[in-house]
Every structure is written in structure tokens, then in C-alpha cells.
């Protein structure tokens, strides 16, 4: 739908507001463009955030099940921003999931497919930080990653709780503005552009050594 089309469509319902019509146009645009990736939304992601083009093919490497999680995830991330360089305040909370969701599963799939190691549980359910952990262990470049991704993880924890007590005992919520967020974002989106450069040099230094 073109922008005059979309603009008119909007004036016949009186309620719109001008945001609410923004908001329509630019989910338009994102559907779009996402229809045009061809369900390749980890591989637009992933070259997003690198800010570098594959050199290998992702969906072959992961494989099933990580693929198909991977790019789900992946989605979601893209539907909330486009690119991490528009990320923009409280929009940074659901994308961090959505892309430590993405991106644990190339850990994963590193560690036990990749290396054959298996991750040793901390507690008797499973825990995201057992796999942090687990490289952190193993030192090198592999410990930056593992590193990197704990860090990650501990500020999408900040999202999640956000209630204080106040000196008489009594609980409020703790507002996270958008200020906080942007300064959040400047540390999450480089650490996870620093550790998939790292995990990609690792993995390609491994085929190098098998071939």
C-alpha cells in the first residue's frame, strides 16, 4: 500500500490518532521487507548486527533443530526493529530475548555439536548460564564469548526486575527510562557483534583444521 493509500485509508476511521497512523506505516514497511528476506531472518540479522557479510552458510551450519529456533527468534527481534542501529529506548528490553533466544542456540550448537562437550548443569533444572559458564571455563577467546553473553544476560535480568523497596518495607516499581535503555543497548549490541565475530573465527578455524 502505497503512503497516500495507507494516509487515506486511516482518515475514514476517526479515532486515528497521528501516532496510530505512524505506527501503521511503518508496520507496513517492516512487513514488507520482511516478506522479501525469504525466511532468511537469521541471516539479515546476523549480518546486521556484524556489520559484515557471511562468508558461510548459517542455516547449513546450525542445522535442526537450532535453525528453524534461531530464525523464529530472529524474527521477532527484526519485527521489533529493523536494524539494531534504529533500537531505541524500552525497544532494546524484548529485542535483547529475543536475540539471546537467537543466538544461545550457536552456542550450543558450538559446544556440543562443534567441540562434542557436554555443558554441565549448576542446579538440577536447566539454566541459560550453564552454557555462558561452560565457555567461560575453557579460557581464550571462547571465555570472551561465554563472558560477553553472561554480561548480556544479567541486563536483560534488569528488565525483568524492576521493583525496590522503600525504607517503610512497601514495594514500587523501578522506572527504567528511555535514557537508561539507550545506555543498556550501547553495551549489549557490541557485545554481541564482538563474541559472533569471535564464534565465527572459531568455527572457521575448525574447518580449516578438518579439511
Known sequence: MKFTELRNTMQTFSGASTPDYQLAYIATEVKDLLNGLNNQFVEFLTKDITDTELQWDIQQWLGAPYYQSSNENAKDCLEQCISVKHIWGRRIKSWTDSALKCYDNFLLKYIQIDQKET?????????????????????????????????????????????????????????????????????????????????????????????
Open 119 to 211: 555443558i554441565s548443569k549448576t542446579y538440577i533444572g536447566l539454566k541459560e548460564t550453564d552454557v555462558y559458564n561452560h565457555l567461560i571455563n575453557k579460557g581464550g577467546k571462547e571465555q570472551e564469548i561465554g563472558q560477553n553473553f553472561k554480561n548480556i544476560y544479567q541486563l536483560r535480568s534488569k528488565f525483568q526486575h524492576i521493583q525496590m523497596e522503600e525504607k517503610d518495607g512497601i514495594r514500587v516499581p523501578k522506572r527504567i527510562t528511555n535514557s537508561d535503555c539507550n545506555k543498556l543497548r550501547d553495551l549489549i549490541v557490541p557485545w554481541f557483534r564482538l563474541s559472533l565475530w569471535e564464534l565465527f573465527n572459531l568455527v572457521e578455524a575448525q574447518k580449516q583444521k578438518t579439511n
